[in-house]
């Protein structure tokens, strides 16, 4: 079994897809009082090996921390849609996206922060994931895994 990294970075003014307020309001609340949000999320180039019903984990990144907030179910295959960049996009630029259930999530000061990622799965490159969709290998799957049910039951 695998897992799907899907990686988030939100930019240098904290806000690109969401702000840490809006994360907080659309979807950490929004799935304790109405369950799964739903949304798409791009893959990059990875198209291989991504499944309805893999679990997929929002990995945030950037200046303002990384860490994982979120655990998800992955609904489609991948699929073209036009790129996010709205200027890219106006050029005809298309990227890989998949429906996404975001299942459940915290709120970002209480990321599984990447100290904590490399010490529960020292052998994966938490500090080289450089595109979304990346598969992790079963060892790592399993423990990530475990760490997000301890993590988020204390949440």
Do not use: C
Request: proline content about 9%.
């Amino acid at each position: 079994m695998h897992a799907v990294l899907l990686t988030w970075n939100p930019g240098p003014d904290d806000d690109y897809v969401w702000s840490p307020e809006t994360w907080e309001r659309e979807v950490v609340d929004a799935i304790e009082a109405n369950g799964p949000v739903a949304t798409t999320w791009g893959v990059g180039r990875h198209v291989n090996g991504i499944d309805p019903g893999d679990t997929a984990f929002l990995y945030r990144q950037g200046p303002h921390g990384r860490g994982i907030v979120a655990r998800g179910v992955i609904r489609s295959t991948p699929w073209t849609a036009p790129h996010w960049d709205p200027e890219r996009s106006r050029r005809g630029a298309a990227t890989r996206v998949v429906d996404l259930e975001l299942v459940e999530a915290v709120p970002l000061a209480e990321a599984i922060e990447v100290t904590e990622l490399e010490m529960a799965t020292p052998e994966f490159p938490w500090r080289k994931v450089y595109s979304s969709g990346r598969r992790t290998p079963p060892s790592v799957t399993e423990r990530l895994l475990h760490l997000w049910r301890l993590h988020h039951d204390d949440g």
